[in-house]
């Protein structure tokens, strides 16, 4: 599976340049650049199906935000990608709350979303009229040293 | 204002909408994407006005048709001979169509057919369905045959069919310059053809003060002087002089742009990769001018480039001067038709901060 770091810029553009990478189907938004590098090695490690991914991470802006510009810009002109990925942080938020406010903030910017459907305990699934939006909330919200302490 | 344009069988592109078009339009897209086929289709539309060439005059050139026979290559080629070239895949059988909106509403289709040597308008009279504004006539497509009209009957049926706007319609269209490398090498045709009417305005001054500070030029003034047979236009330096052949080809490329703009008045430039052979600070201050003019004489800009300096460029000073943009990608399918996708200064910045580089938009 041919996975494209987008940022910073050089990382793509010799790929793309080349015609290494012709089209993406799947742009995975993270909130870090850890998580972007932390996902780059799970699927290397997993058995995944032939599609080309692009990858790219919010770091040093306010996530929400920042990760709703791209998704509207997308949905604005993307032709090709079939589903994007969000990967946010839990922070002090439940999983569903924190997945409802990408929601809300896609809703105010006036990208067409319809329901939040959960898939799993923290994974949800954004139905929107051009492509499939999943995100995935990452961290532990509660610390298990947090009552001993 | 064209706000938007429909080629259809012209080289490259079987068919191209563009809708959403802005004061200052962008082209960008990968090698073959119909850029240049574009605006030479415009150009080619305009001859439907004024058919004479102005400023390319190259081996004796003298009708826009015959240029943009040649224009890739200087090879003598002629409307009677080679004109299946102008058609995409040669295939001269339909017309050649570039349909204009314009902003109030009106629209006007001229088409080349392979039967008549340059572009007719799409406007019934009587029993026929086109007019010819260059020899002044009605004429039938179906049989190909052209009745002489006056002059004032073909004005007024066009000023009828675009609702009394005939006359801004003609020169709009008419007055279209395309400011493409090969003008580089004319330089001397084309200062004799505009340097007059810059002199006359004092519009000089607009190419001094971009030589001043965005060459690097200490120029003082630019004057004709005697070189032989032959007056050469100069810059006056504070110790010397240096023929404008001299410049730098940046400077050139610059001066060109400027003089063309300065001198088009309600009307549209077409300028193809105007960063060729600019250092960003030179190309920065062209584009800044150029903004200035475009704003000042309403000007419709359109432009193609392969770069992402100029965009950014382009958006910055724009913001700055309150000019409104649109970059459009195009994206040509293996039939030839060309899908265009309009991006706002907005997207581009956003495309930025996400790592896409706009000019690669065909992977997402």
């Known amino acids: ?37 932390v996902l780059k090695a799970i699927i290397k490690k997993l058995e995944l199906p032939d599609i080309n991914m692009g990858v ?4 040093g802006v306010p996530a929400i935000r920042e990760i709703t510009s791209y998704i509207a810009t997308l949905s604005q002109i993307s032709k090709k990608i079939k589903v994007i990925g969000v990967i946010i942080d839990a922070d002090e938020y439940d999983y569903e709350q924190r997945a409802r406010s990408v929601m809300n903030s896609l809703k105010s910017s006036g990208v067409p979303v319809k329901e939040l459907n959960a898939v799993d305990e923290n994974l949800f699934d954004i139905k929107n009229g051009k492509f499939p939006i999943l995100i995935l909330v990452s961290g532990i919200r509660d610390l298990p040293l947090k009552a001993i302490l | 204002m064209i706000t938007s344009l429909e080629i259809k069988n012209y080289r490259a592109i079987k068919s191209c909408k563009i809708e959403g078009l802005s004061r200052v339009n962008v082209f960008i897209g990968r090698n073959n994407s119909g850029k240049s086929s574009l605006l030479e289709a415009i150009y080619l539309a305009s001859a439907a006005f004024k058919f004479e060439e102005r400023l390319h005059k190259k081996d004796g050139i003298s009708d826009k048709i015959s240029y943009l026979l040649n224009r890739r290559g200087f090879r003598g080629l002629t409307w009677d001979r080679d004109r299946e070239v102008l058609w995409h895949m040669y295939k001269c059988e339909d017309p050649i169509e570039v349909e204009f909106v314009f902003c109030d509403g009106i629209k006007l289709k001229t088409k080349l057919f392979e039967w008549h040597e340059h572009p007719i308008l799409e406007v019934p009279y009587r029993d026929f369905d086109h007019m010819c504004l260059i020899h002044y006539g009605a004429v039938n497509s179906k049989n190909k045959s052209m009745m ?3 002059t004032d009957l073909v004005m007024r049926v066009l000023d009828e069919f675009v609702g ?50 965005g060459y690097d030029v200490e120029a003082e003034d630019i004057t004709y002087v005697p070189y032989g047979e032959i007056f050469q236009l100069v810059v006056k330096l504070p110790d010397a002089i240096v023929r404008v052949d001299d410049l730098g080809d940046g400077a050139k490329v610059s001066m060109m742009i400027i003089m063309v703009a300065a001198l088009s008045k309600n009307t549209a430039v077409l300028i193809e990769k105007p960063e060729n052979h600019q250092h960003p600070s030179g190309l920065a201050k062209t584009l800044e001018i150029f903004l200035e003019m475009v704003m000042e004489n309403r000007v419709q800009a359109f432009i193609t480039t392969h770069s992402l300096e100029l965009i950014k460029l382009l958006n910055a000073i724009a913001r700055e001067k309150n000019v409104d943009v649109a970059i459009f990608f195009m994206e040509r399918d293996k039939a030839g038709n060309v899908n265009v996708r309009r991006l706002t200064p907005e997207n581009v910045s956003v495309l930025d901060r996400m790592g896409i580089d706009p000019r690669f938009l065909d992977i997402i």
């Not at chain 2, 607009?206 to 030589?211: A, G, K, S």
Request: hydrophobic share 40%; with cysteine.
């Open chain 1, 56 to 59: 790219t991470d919010c770091e």
């Open chain 1, 1 to 37: 599976m041919p996975i494209v770091q987008l940022k910073p810029h050089e990382n793509a553009f010799y790929a793309l340049a080349r015609k290494i990478v012709k089209e993406l189907e799947v742009i995975v938004l993270c909130e870090g650049r850890t998580d972007a590098e």
């Open chain 2, 164 to 213: 009394g706007r005939g006359e801004k319609v003609r020169r709009f269209l008419s007055d279209i310059e395309f400011i493409d490398a090969n003008l580089m090498r004319e330089i001397e045709h084309v200062e004799k053809i505009l340097w007059r009417d810059l002199l006359k305005y004092r519009l000089d001054k607009i190419i001094i003060r971009m030589l001043k500070s």
């Open chain 2, 148 to 150: 002489k009209t006056s």
